[in-house]
C-alpha cells in the first residue's frame, strides 16, 4: 500500500523553527517528484514546494522563498521541510503528496501552529 | 499567478441530483488541470487529471472537461458520500496554485 505519513508539527514561536518530515513506504521513493502543500484553518490549500527525484531541482511558493527548504533523502525514503523565520500566517496542516503535475496520494498531513 | 476562481463556492444539492462546478483559470493553462475531492479531517484525493482523465479507483460518476481557460467537473447522479469539498489545481505554471473550494452539502 503506498503510505505517506508526516510528522514534525507542533506549536512554534513567531521566529522560530520547525522541521516537518514525511515517510514514504509501498513505491520507489527515488523515482517520483514529491511535492508539499498546506492548508490554512478554513481556507483552501496552497502549494508550498517541490522537488525532483535526485533533489537537483526544488520550486517554492513566494511566500516561503529563504525561509523554507525542502529536501530528501533518497535512502530513507523521506521528505523534508525545513522552515525557519516563521509566521503567523505559516499556520497550517502540511501534507506532503507524490507527484509533479498532480498529487496522489498525499499523508494525513500535520499541524503546524505558530503563536506566542 | 495563474489564479483559478471556482463557483460556486458552495452548493447545497439532493442525492440522485446531477452537479456541475466550474473552474476559471486567468489564463490559458491547456489542460493542466487536475480536480481534488477533500472530506472534512481528511487529505484530498485526487479524481480527474489532465482536465478529464478519471484517476484509478474513481466512480464513473465523476467527469471533468474543459480546456484553455474554462474547466467543469460533473458528478452525474449525487451518492451521500460525494459530500465534500472540491478544489481545482493547475499545473501549467508555476507557482502551482489551487482554486478556493466549493463545498457541496445536503439539500
Known amino acids: 500500500e503506498v503510505q505517506l505519513v508526516e510528522s514534525g508539527g507542533g506549536l512554534v514561536q513567531p521566529g522560530g523553527s520547525l522541521r516537518l518530515s514525511c515517510a514514504a513506504s509501498g513505491f520507489t521513493f527515488s523515482s517520483y517528484w514529491m511535492t508539499w502543500v498546506r492548508q490554512a484553518p478554513g481556507r483552501g490549500l496552497e502549494w508550498v514546494a517541490n522537488i525532483k527525484q535526485d533533489g537537483s531541482e526544488k520550486y517554492y511558493v513566494d511566500s516561503v522563498k529563504g525561509r523554507f527548504t525542502i529536501s530528501r533523502d533518497n535512502a530513507k525514503n523521506s521528505l523534508y521541510l525545513q522552515m525557519n523565520s516563521l509566521r503567523a500566517e505559516d499556520t497550517a496542516v502540511y501534507y506532503c503528496?507524490?507527484?509533479?503535475?498532480?498529487?496522489?496520494?498525499w499523508g494525513q498531513g500535520t499541524l503546524v501552529t505558530v503563536s506566542s | 499567478a495563474i489564479q483559478l476562481t471556482q463557483s460556486p463556492s458552495s452548493l447545497s444539492a439532493s442525492v440522485g441530483d446531477r452537479v456541475t462546478i466550474t473552474c476559471r483559470a486567468s489564463?490559458?493553462?491547456?489542460?493542466?488541470l487536475a480536480w481534488y475531492q477533500q472530506k472534512p479531517g481528511k487529505a484530498p484525493k485526487l479524481l480527474i487529471y489532465d482536465a478529464s482523465s478519471l484517476e484509478s479507483g474513481v466512480p464513473s460518476r465523476f467527469s471533468g472537461s474543459g480546456s484553455g481557460t474554462d474547466f467543469t467537473l460533473t458528478i452525474s447522479s449525487l451518492q451521500p458520500e460525494d459530500f465534500a469539498t472540491y478544489s481545482c489545481q493547475q499545473f501549467n505554471s508555476y507557482p502551482i496554485t489551487f482554486g478556493q473550494g466549493t463545498r457541496l452539502e445536503i439539500k
Open positions: 489564463q490559458g493553462i491547456s489542460s493542466a
Open positions: 503528496a507524490r507527484g509533479y503535475f498532480w498529487f496522489d496520494p
